[in-house]
């Protein structure tokens, strides 16, 4: 049985819902897939493929992204691994491909990640907080595509099964 890890860095929930959405369709594609908070993942051993996941803040890659990729670096430099960043309040990441912020273009590298793809991220309009508010009056709302990040899904789902494939 071929098993998939989905970690996500996520602060208000949406990254750790596309990781869901990523999740349900590995499962769909009939790998074991679990989906979990990267900072509360102690071992990546058990598992053929990670993707990894963290919301943008301020130009940031999550942080709990960037220490699982630093944590977990040398377990994963045996592994296939895929990288997706969520966070613009428009429909840029429809149009274009959007890429890595420079946290993620490093972690990329360090890990040999397959590809890295940029999701649009959700912010609700009634988010608290000074920046956050301040930012959902101008741009909330949510701008994640799901048939865009399960349509992503499939072609790590493919890859996965190459890979294995070819033992
Ligand atoms: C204070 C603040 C700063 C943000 N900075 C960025 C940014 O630099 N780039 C970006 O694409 N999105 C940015 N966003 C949008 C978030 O990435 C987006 O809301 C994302 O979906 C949040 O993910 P989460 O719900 O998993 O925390 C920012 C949002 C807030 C509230």
């Known amino acids: 049985m071929t098993r998939v ?12 819902e596309i990781a ?38 301020a130009g940031r ?11 977990h670096a040398a377990a994963l430099s045996g592994r296939a691994v895929w990288l997706f960043s969520s966070g613009p309040l428009d429909r840029s990441a429809q149009e274009t ?4 912020v420079s946290q993620a273009a490093r972690a990329s590298a360090a890990l040999g990640a397959r590809e890295h793809r940029t999701f649009g991220g959700r912010l609700a309009r009634d988010a608290t907080g000074f ?18 990040v399960r349509a992503w899904a499939r072609q790590v789902a493919e890859q996965v099964a190459a890979n294995r494939a070819q033992g």
């Open 97 to 100: 491909e959007i890429p890595p």
């Open 61 to 71: 890659w999550h942080k709990d992204a960037r220490r699982f990729a630093r944590r």
């Open 131 to 148: 920046l956050a508010s301040a930012i959902a009056e101008r741009t909330g709302g949510d701008y994640r595509d799901p048939d865009r």
């Open 20 to 57: 869901g959405w990523i999740g349900d369709t590995l499962r769909g594609q009939g790998f074991e897939t679990d989906v979990a908070d990267a900072a509360e993942v102690r071992d990546v051993t058990a598992y053929d493929a990670v993707v990894l996941g963290g919301a943008l803040y």
């Open 5 to 16: 890890l989905v970690a996500y860095g996520s602060k208000r929930g949406s990254t750790a």
